[in-house]
């Protein structure tokens, strides 16, 4: 079974500083990976998805690796803000389960100001 | 306004009852999901529909019910033989690559 992995669990940084998160999977074969974000108490917002077949995807500030044959995937935030502070979930695809999304427990971030 | 609509936001349930959560979208999706989340955990898969009037089992199913009559609507029905039901309940629907997310029901079992 396909387990995600996200280190560290829990990270406060000063404002502007630039910060790394990562997640790693035991099974390479997946579909894709997605890192989203999440606000207390509420959904999901995705901020990259990494196809299979991709290295990296960037949007502004942040820039998300794949290294899909070590099993291992990082998220890189630039500058970071007090309103970046919030839940990072690092999720696979893999193929069966319907396309289903496999979840780490997520970093939880603090920039302070 | 397009997206996926959870309700009711909180929800509340003596033990012993059924309760339902709503989960509609209007983005013409075709796969639909139930994830459940617990405090410092990640999603966990309850139930998935790839069309409708069909559906499969995810990870932890037990307890859970659910129908897919209507494309737009996925109803997650939490029953009485559930364990420990208080979780945040998250929807999504996918047009195949990704997953777009609700905002979630919180149930408490009082």
């Known amino acids: 079974k396909q387990e995600v992995t996200q280190i560290p669990a829990a990270l406060s940084v000063p404002e502007g500083e630039n910060l790394v998160l990562n997640c790693s999977f035991t099974d390479s074969a997946i579909y894709n990976l997605q890192w989203f974000r999440q606000d207390p108490g509420k959904g999901l917002t995705s901020l990259l998805l990494i196809q299979s077949s991709q290295r990296e995807q960037t949007s502004g500030r942040l820039n998300a690796s794949l290294d899909k044959s070590s099993g291992r995937s990082t998220l890189y935030i630039a500058a970071s803000q007090p309103g970046d502070s919030a839940t990072y979930l690092c999720?696979?695809?893999?193929?069966?389960?319907?396309?289903?999304?496999?979840f780490g427990k997520g970093t939880s971030l603090l920039v302070t100001p | 306004d397009g997206g996926i609509t959870q309700s009711p936001k909180y929800l509340f349930r003596k033990e012993g009852q059924n309760v339902t959560l709503s989960c509609e979208q209007n983005l013409n999706h075709d796969a639909m999901y139930w994830y459940r989340q617990d405090p410092g955990q990640g999603l966990r898969l309850i139930y998935y529909s790839q069309i409708v009037n069909d559906f499969q089992k995810g990870d932890i199913a037990e307890g859970y019910s659910v129908s897919r009559e209507k494309k737009e609507s996925f109803p997650l029905t939490v029953t009485s033989a559930q364990k420990n039901p208080t979780a945040f309940y998250l929807c999504?629907?996918?047009?195949?690559?990704?997953?777009?997310f609700g905002p979630g029901t919180r149930l408490t079992v009082l």
């Open positions: 999504a629907s996918s047009p195949g690559n990704t997953q777009y």
């Open positions: 999720a696979v695809t893999v193929s069966n389960s319907g396309y289903a999304l496999n």
